[in-house]
T-cell receptor, first 113, second 112 residues
Framework: EAGVTQFPSHSVIEKGQTVTLRCDPI?????LYWYRRVMGKEIKFLLH????????ESGMPNNRFLAERTGGTYSTLKVQPAELEDSGVYFC???????????FGPGTRLTVL | GQQVMQIPQYQHVQEGEDFTTYCNSS?????IQWYKQRPGGHPVFLIQ?????EVKKQKRLTFQFGEAKKNSSLHITATQTTDVGTYFCAGRNSGGYQKVTFGTGTKLQVIP
């Protein structure tokens, strides 16, 4: 079974630019989560999809962040326009059951200059 | 909102010494999970605890869930260099939508 994949692995952009991160969950996993870890601190929840629906997006920092999961398969997280404080590692995770073990992707390291 | 704190934030131990990290939630949890993130890696699931007072063991790792389901601990016996990493607890609040909140993490360094 293939694991969760994320693309790109690294992204360096300038303040004001747009970046789109992609996550491909494990096949058959309806639950997809986005997290962010900044400067080695805690893993902050951003949002949770169940299939294509947003179950909880209370962790999204502001309206510069837009997450989609069309068709309930892969998901994208767009940051537009990017700010310096958006730098960090963005993790995606998926799970088969809503309360079950989460499988994390390798993360996308975003650097905003 | 729900807060999940872990102590200590950092811990350096000599190889062979024991290590414990504690996780405390501001609210009652329905369950708690533990993850390990190696340096440069991604979080990897270790275990899930559901019942009040539950204790589970995995080789040298012992996990406990408090009686009130508001705290948990992870104890490693006789640490090895392969135990290096950051350990996170992740708690789900009870009732309704069970949102997951990750703890602040404990970074473990093992000195050979």
């Amino acid at each position: 079974e293939a694991g969760v994949t994320q693309f790109p692995s690294h992204s360096v952009i300038e303040k004001g630019q747009t970046v789109t991160l992609r996550c491909d969950p494990i096949s058959g996993h309806d639950n997809l989560y986005w997290y962010r870890r900044v400067m080695g601190k805690e893993i902050k929840f951003l949002l949770h999809f169940v299939k294509e629906s947003k179950q909880d997006e209370s962790g999204m920092p502001n309206n510069r962040f837009l997450a989609e999961r069309t068709g309930g398969t892969y998901s994208t997280l767009k940051v537009q326009p990017a700010e310096l404080e958006d730098s960090g590692v963005y993790f995606c995770a998926s799970s088969r059951a809503p309360l079950g073990e989460q499988f994390f992707g390798p993360g996308t390291r975003l650097t905003v200059l | 909102g729900q807060q999940v704190m872990q102590i200590p934030q950092y811990q350096h131990v000599q190889e062979g010494e024991d290590f414990t990290t504690y996780c405390n939630s501001s609210t009652t949890l329905s369950n708690i999970q533990w993850y390990k993130q190696r340096p440069g890696g991604h979080p990897v699931f270790l275990i899930q605890l559901v019942k009040s007072g539950e204790v589970k063991k995995q080789k040298r790792l012992t996990f406990q869930f408090g009686e009130a389901k508001k705290n948990s601990s992870l104890h490693i016996t006789a640490t090895q260099t392969t135990d290096v990493g950051t350990y996170f607890c992740a708690g789900r609040n009870s009732g309704g939508y069970q949102k997951v909140t990750f703890g602040t993490g404990t970074k473990l360094q093992v000195i050979p």
